[in-house]
């Protein structure tokens, strides 16, 4: 049995979250800034009344920061316990359906930020997709 | 126990009439001690046990219908007149409640009654019932006077009563069965009243009627035609109002509340758009839509409110336990028990308000004999009072009793190592005082099973901040305590004052807010002051320390020509803190954060306001902690009450007249200050209006109300004060706004009574205090007739 992935590119890398975690794609949001939040937090969102918090997914992972004004797209995930959060992408990607044989665990060389992510790597043609774990990856401790 | 799934309705409707009227039974039952003789309140403790009883037998109950048959004849002779209360009896009656209490909770959670044993309660009832016979009262003659019951109608309504017919020893009852037998008691209803024949003249206090007993004469001649609107046996009301109110879910008033906040929120985005374009249509459109809305909002909110009485009538019961089992006497005393609040703040003060009262019995007030010897009525008073003050509501438990001494805390905080003695004795008394909330504090010299194990007054605390509330205790050795809590009305939609800082806005629930201080460039070098480098500001001769909201944010400093300062409150402490600029007040609709930024615990959440951005919510309780800001930098107006138990201390807005003259108002009828170019005041007839908000606003001149006749101010603006009257807003024209005083309300003398309440010294000039219901009544009193109904 395979799962949908819906995929998108962060720092160049293809990355994927189960579709059915996915509850909608948006064009870049207007953000409202929270001083005193940990880094990973991009802001709020209000999403048809809905204050939806927005993580910048490039800095859960430990990739390099955005540039300013580069382009991206959020990507709204519901999670386990009825909220709603949404992840800063760079680029949305397509719904793969993968063989579930093409998966294998992250490799030791992964950084163990990433690695604390991702539940396993696809080997797709061209390139390898890193599959998220939506629970995870929304999980941020702040320390204020 | 299949057939009881089937009954599931009907066994869940008895259940939930029965703990009402079992409450309703305990304050009757309390206040019949104090006055043994009351027909009415005998009258209605039978009933309701009447009725539980009834109830009980018919849907199989034995062990329930047991207990409540002996509670039921005995008080049916203290009904007759045949024995008196003691408070024996009425200790017993109390137990059998309890018991009652446990086989209702027994039945809700299993479906059946349960093992428990209530035979040893049976038969002290029983021996109460004949031990008591030797002590018949000679007074029976003379009750009859005034209460003609006969004996013979107790029996006999017992046993005619449907509920009695009922055979009580059948264990199981089909829903079929139970749908004839209900039937058959509608039926057997109308016969009722002709069987028993005038002579039956008791039988309007005992059964389903909902007329007392001076009526009894014209509800003799009724026919079969009222038993058509006689109430079913199961909705027998004490209380007429039961006819017209419907039960409702709390989860979809809570829904409703959730859909209305975000209605509000629509509205306000709406209400800006309009306000830019120039489409006459729409303009008219948003106005009805902010008017509905806005009467939608409150009728939701109405729902949701209910008295205080909801907590406070478990009350009575609790301190007449308490006190019996002291050997104190207390008496409870209850003022503004139909304050209403919000339902889930309600649930929320019950525990503490429980406590208090605990607390105010066990530990406050002495014992008979302490209070004899410290020259006090044996009899210590408790005294509760509610009170709805500036969009808050205000609960005060004030005992008389023996006080706090602060040197007892300073000691034991001492001997428990959370103080040093330097640090102790550095302590003003208030501030000791208030150690009383701390973790793990107690003062009980002694645990008692009551309280005072050192889990309590800080939990109390929490849970009271946890609702956005505050508490504050005031005592004075030897006359008393009094605990004042501060709770919002409401969670879901508040009043919220917008003020900014950097990109962002932040809303400060007005609950918070005293007042707001501006200072141009010159006088802010002047003003701002430091000490040991922390910023404070002289506010009228008091220190207020300064706290800047971008520090406090880590957002970088800038320079601004004009300080704004919002004053706030959070618990016991005023502080000033710095904004960038102040927007405006608004109603917020509280929407909680995600878990990723719940950590920060200056945000209370976040809402959206009208152009569809977000606001955050501060907390000022946490912005003053985390500024560091501590009891000892706030010298509070509130510190200043410490030696009065209940001081008439009132917030006072000053203004000036036309010529001159000095006008107090109190500020909590003050809505708003705004200040309107002359050329937006517009006039309806003969009245001065401006647009405001989106409604019309009626203006008042202060200075021909009270008939002040100064040159005019030639001025480009206007001052105006949008005060709150009957519910309505109406502006009152001033010449000038001067100044907030907190002062005490003593007023000197009755000048003058044409909306005025009187004269006082006021900052050493004397003031006019104004009454604005009657301003504004004797001005013009067609004039709020234009304004919105409601």
């Known amino acids: 049995m395979s799962h949908q992935y819906c995929t998108f590119v962060l720092d160049g890398h293809l990355f994927g979250v189960p579709v059915s975690s996915v509850q909608e794609v948006l064009k870049p949001q207007a953000l409202t800034h929270v001083p005193l939040a940990p880094a990973e937090v991009a802001g709020l969102i209000n999403l048809r009344g809905q204050i939806v918090t927005t993580l910048e997914l490039r800095n859960r992972l430990g990739l390099p920061r955005r540039d300013p004004g580069s382009p991206s797209v959020n990507v709204v995930v519901r999670t386990g316990d009825g909220g709603t959060v949404s992840l800063v992408v760079d680029e949305i990607g397509d719904v793969l359906e993968p063989d579930e044989d093409t998966f294998e665990t992250p490799p030791e060389t992964v950084p163990a930020r990433i690695r604390a992510l991702v539940t396993g790597v696809c080997k797709l043609q061209e390139h390898l997709m890193l599959a998220l774990d939506t629970e995870r990856a929304v999980s941020v401790e702040s320390a204020a | ?790």
């Open chain 2, 1 to 790: 126990m299949d057939d009881i799934d089937d009954l599931d309705d009907i066994v869940e409707a008895f259940l939930v009439e029965s703990h009402e009227n079992l409450d309703q039974f305990d304050r009757d039952l309390v206040e019949l001690e104090r006055d043994p003789s009351s027909h009415e309140l005998l009258s209605s403790v039978f009933r309701t046990l009447h009725t539980i009883k009834g109830t009980s037998g018919f849907l199989g109950f034995a062990v329930l219908e047991s207990v409540t048959h002996v509670g039921e004849s005995l008080l049916s002779r203290l009904r007759d007149g045949e024995t008196t209360l003691s408070p024996r009896t009425t200790t017993v009656l109390l137990e059998m409640v309890d018991a009652v209490r446990a086989l209702l909770a027994q039945i809700e959670q299993t479906g059946s009654e349960g093992d428990d044993d209530y035979a040893a309660l049976v038969a002290r009832l029983t021996a109460i019932l004949d031990g008591d016979d030797t002590s018949t009262t000679t007074t029976t003659s003379a009750n009859d006077e005034l209460v003609p019951v006969p004996a013979a109608a107790t029996q006999q309504s017992v046993g005619a009563s449907p509920w009695g017919a009922a055979p009580p020893q059948n264990g199981l009852v089909h829903a079929d069965d139970l749908a004839i037998a209900l039937a058959e008691r509608e039926f057997a209803e109308p016969p009722q009243p002709a069987t028993r024949t005038s002579d039956d003249r008791g039988y309007g206090g005992v059964d389903g009627s909902t007329d007392n007993g001076a009526d009894d004469g014209t509800l003799r001649g009724v026919g079969p035609d009222t038993a058509v609107t006689a109430p079913t046996p199961r909705t027998e009301t004490r209380r007429p109002v039961a006819d017209s109110s419907i039960r409702v879910d709390v989860a979809l008033l809570d829904s409703l509340m959730n859909l209305v906040g975000e209605l509000v929120l629509t509205r306000n985005q709406m209400l800006q758009r309009a306000a830019t374009r120039e489409d006459v249509e729409l303009q008219r459109t948003t106005h009805r839509l902010n008017l509905i809305a806005g009467e939608l909002q409150e009728g939701v909110m109405k729902t949701r409110m209910q008295p205080i009485d909801h907590v406070w009538s478990k009350l009575p019961r609790v301190v007449r336990d308490l006190s019996v089992t002291l050997g104190k006497a207390v008496d409870l005393r209850m003022e503004g028990r139909h304050t209403e609040l919000d339902k889930t703040i309600l649930e929320a003060v019950r525990d503490p308000l429980t406590h208090l009262v605990r607390n105010a019995v066990d530990h406050g007030i002495e014992d008979c004999e302490r209070r004899r010897l410290a020259g006090k009525p044996e009899q210590g008073t408790l005294l509760l009072r509610a009170f709805h003050e500036g969009g808050q509501v205000n609960i005060e438990i004030a005992d008389d009793g023996a006080g706090i001494d602060p040197e007892k805390l300073r000691a034991k905080a001492v001997t428990r190592g959370m103080l040093t003695t330097e640090s102790a004795a550095a302590m003003s008394d208030r501030e000791a005082i208030n150690l009383i909330f701390s973790p793990g504090f107690s003062t009980a010299a002694a645990v008692t099973n009551v309280s005072g194990r050192g889990v309590g007054m800080d939990v109390v605390k929490t849970n009271i901040e946890k609702i956005g509330g505050s508490i504050d205790l005031t005592s004075v050795v030897g006359a008393g305590t009094t605990v004042r809590i501060r709770i919002p009305l409401t969670l879901a939609i508040i009043p919220a004052l917008v003020v900014s800082a950097a990109a962002n806005r932040y809303a400060i629930p007005q609950g918070n807010l005293l007042e707001l201080v501006r200072l141009e460039p010159e006088q802010a070098q002047a003003a701002i002051e430091t000490v040991h480098g922390t910023p404070v500001y002289r506010l009228r001769g008091r220190l207020l320390p300064l706290v800047h909201l971008r520090e406090q944010l880590e957002l970088p400093v800038a320079e601004h020509a004009t300080t704004y300062i919002a004053v706030l409150q959070a618990d016991d402490r005023q502080f000033g803190l710095i904004v960038d600029d102040i927007k405006d007040t608004e109603e917020i609709v509280v929407k909680p954060l995600g878990t990723q930024l719940r950590a920060i615990t200056l945000y209370a959440g976040a809402t959206i306001m009208g152009d569809g951005q977000i606001a955050l919510i501060l907390d000022a309780m946490a912005l003053a902690r985390r500024a560091g800001i501590t009891l000892e930098g706030a010298g509070t107006a509130s510190a200043a009450a410490a030696g009065a138990v209940s001081s008439a201390r009132a917030a006072l807005l000053v203004v000036a007249l036309g010529d001159g003259r000095r006008v107090a108002i109190p500020l909590d009828a003050v809505d708003r200050l705004e200040e309107f170019p002359a050329g937006r005041i517009e006039r309806v007839g003969s009245h001065e209006v401006v647009q405001y908000r989106g409604q019309i606003l009626p203006l008042l001149r202060l200075d021909d109300a009270l008939h002040a006749y100064g040159e005019g101010t030639a001025t480009g603006t206007t001052q105006v004060v949008v005060c709150r009257s009957d519910g309505r807003l109406v502006g009152i024209t001033v010449a000038a706004i001067l100044d907030i005083v907190e002062d005490e309300l003593a007023v000197r003398s009755h000048l003058d009574s044409g909306g005025r309440q009187g004269s006082a010294v006021i900052g050493q000039h004397v003031t006019e205090l104004v009454d604005i219901g009657s301003a504004v009544a004797t001005i013009n009193p067609e004039l709020l007739t234009p304004l919105r109904a409601g």
